[in-house]
C-alpha cells in the first residue's frame, strides 16, 4: 500500500474549513453562521488527531532505534513548527500595531490578557495544550494548542514504538495503543468527571494523544482487513458512508447534549476514517469528483493555522473601517474564505513546502498527514 488517502485529505480540508465558521461564527449574526451545527464543530479538532494518528501509523510504525525516532520527530517539527512559528510572530506583529494605532483609532480589547510574555514562550515552545499556573485561556493563535497536542503525542507515540520493537512486543502493539488510550481517558475523567474531551490551553494534550492513538488503532484495523474487505461490493461502503457521515452530523449538531461524552466522537471519526479510507462509496466518488475539495485537502494545514488571523484582519477592514454589520457575513463569509484560501496556497507553497524536511540523499516526498 503506497498511495495516498486521498477522501481523508479532503476531509481534512472539508473540516479545517467548518472549524474557521466555528471561529466566525462569534462575530456574526445571521443564522447561515449562528446555529446549533456550527457552535459545535470545534469537535472537528478531534477528527484530526485521529486522521493524524492513521495516516502516520501508516508510515512509520516501524521505528526500532533512538536515531530512527530522532529523525522521525525532526520531520515533524519540519512539517509543522514552520508556519506555527510565522503565525505566532505574525500575532505579536499585531499586538505591537494594535497599541502603536491606538492613539489614532478606536482599538477593541486593546489588552488581551491570554497573550503575553509567559504565554508567547509557552506557545513558541509548544507547551501551550498543557496547563500552566495563571493560563486561563488560549492565547495568541488560537488553534495552535493543537499542534502542541500533535508534537507531545508524537512524542509519546515514537518513543511507544521503539520500546515496544526493542522489547520484541510489536505483536501485541495494539494492547499498548490501547493501553494510552485508556490512559489518556482517564486522565480528562479525573479533570471533568465525565467523558467530555473539549479541552485545549489546558488538558488538550490528552485529548491529543487519546484522537492520535485511536487513529493509530484504526489503520492497524483497516492494514489487517484491507485486502479481504475490498473485495465487498460498493453499495455496502455506501450505505456505511453515508451512516457514518450522518452520525458525525447529528452528533455535531447535538452537540451540547453529546460533549459531555465526547469520548463518543472518537469512535464516530474512528469509524468515519475506517470507511472512507477503502475509497468505494457513491459519497468518495462524488468527493473526488470534486477538484477545489482536493485543494482544501492540500492546503488544510495553512487552512487551520492562518485563519484567526485573517478573520482578526478581515473584522478591522469590513466591521470596523467599512463599517459593514454582523449579519453582512452571510455574505462576507465567503469572501473572508476565499481571502484564507489564497493566504493558505501562498504559505503552503513559500513555508510549508520550503522547509519541510529534506533528506540529504534525496528529496523528500510530499507528506499525507500534518
Given at each position: 500500500m503506497k498511495h495516498r488517502f486521498e477522501v481523508l485529505d479532503i476531509f481534512r480540508g472539508l473540516f479545517a474549513s467548518l472549524v474557521f465558521i466555528f471561529h466566525l461564527a462569534p462575530f456574526s449574526d445571521t443564522p447561515i453562521l449562528n446555529n446549533q451545527f456550527i457552535e459545535n464543530c470545534d469537535m472537528f479538532v478531534d477528527f484530526f488527531f485521529v486522521l493524524s494518528g492513521f495516516v502516520i501509523a501508516y508510515s512509520y510504525q516501524f521505528l526500532s532505534d533512538g536515531p530512527q525516532l530522532k529523525l522521525f520527530l525532526t520531520k515533524r517539527i519540519?512539517?509543522?513548527?514552520?508556519?506555527?512559528?510565522?503565525?505566532?510572530?505574525?500575532?505579536?506583529?499585531m499586538e505591537i500595531a494594535?497599541?502603536?494605532?491606538?492613539?489614532?483609532?478606536?482599538?477593541?480589547?486593546l489588552v488581551n490578557p491570554a497573550n503575553n510574555i509567559y504565554t508567547f514562550f509557552s506557545s513558541l515552545f509548544l507547551l501551550n495544550s498543557t496547563p500552566f499556573p495563571g493560563v486561563a485561556d488560549v492565547s495568541w493563535n488560537i488553534p495552535s494548542w493543537s499542534i502542541s497536542a500533535e508534537m507531545i503525542a508524537y512524542i509519546v507515540f515514537g518513543t511507544l514504538v521503539v520500546f515496544i520493537h526493542s522489547s520484541g512486543q510489536f505483536a501485541r502493539k495494539n494492547v499498548f495503543y490501547a493501553l494510552v488510550i485508556i490512559i489518556s481517558l482517564a486522565g480528562l475523567w479525573q479533570v471533568s468527571t465525565?467523558?467530555?474531551?473539549?479541552?485545549?490551553?489546558?488538558?488538550?494534550?490528552?485529548?491529543?494523544?487519546?484522537?492520535?492513538f485511536t487513529?493509530?488503532?484504526?489503520?492497524?484495523?483497516?492494514?489487517?482487513?484491507?485486502q479481504t474487505?475490498?473485495?465487498w461490493p460498493p453499495v455496502i461502503f455506501s450505505i456505511a458512508e453515508v451512516i457514518t457521515l450522518s452520525l458525525i452530523i447529528l452528533c455535531i449538531y447535538e452537540g451540547q447534549i453529546m460533549?459531555?461524552?465526547?469520548?463518543v466522537f472518537e469512535i464516530l471519526f474512528f469509524a468515519c476514517i475506517y470507511t472512507f479510507s477503502f475509497e468505494k462509496g457513491i459519497v468518495s466518488?462524488?468527493?473526488?469528483?470534486i477538484r477545489l475539495f482536493h485543494q482544501l485537502g492540500k492546503y488544510s494545514y495553512s487552512i487551520y493555522m492562518t485563519h484567526a488571523?485573517?478573520?482578526?484582519?478581515?473584522n478591522v477592514l469590513f466591521i470596523r473601517l467599512l463599517k459593514f454589520q454582523p449579519q453582512d457575513y452571510s455574505y462576507l463569509v465567503i469572501l473572508n474564505f476565499a481571502l484564507i484560501y489564497f493566504v493558505s496556497a501562498w504559505t503552503y507553497k513559500n513555508i510549508e513546502m520550503r522547509f519541510q524536511y529534506k533528506s540529504k540523499r534525496k528529496p523528500a516526498q510530499e507528506e499525507v498527514g500534518k
Open positions: 519540519y512539517r509543522v513548527y514552520p508556519l506555527h512559528l510565522v503565525m505566532l510572530l505574525a500575532f505579536v506583529g494594535k497599541n502603536l494605532l491606538s492613539p489614532y483609532i478606536q482599538v477593541n480589547n465525565n467523558f467530555q474531551i473539549n479541552y485545549s490551553f489546558n488538558y488538550g494534550f490528552l485529548r491529543g494523544i487519546m484522537g492520535f487513529g493509530v488503532t484504526c489503520f492497524n484495523l483497516f492494514d489487517n482487513t484491507h474487505l475490498r473485495t460533549k459531555p461524552w465526547g469520548a466518488t462524488g468527493l473526488k469528483s488571523l485573517m478573520i482578526s484582519l478581515f
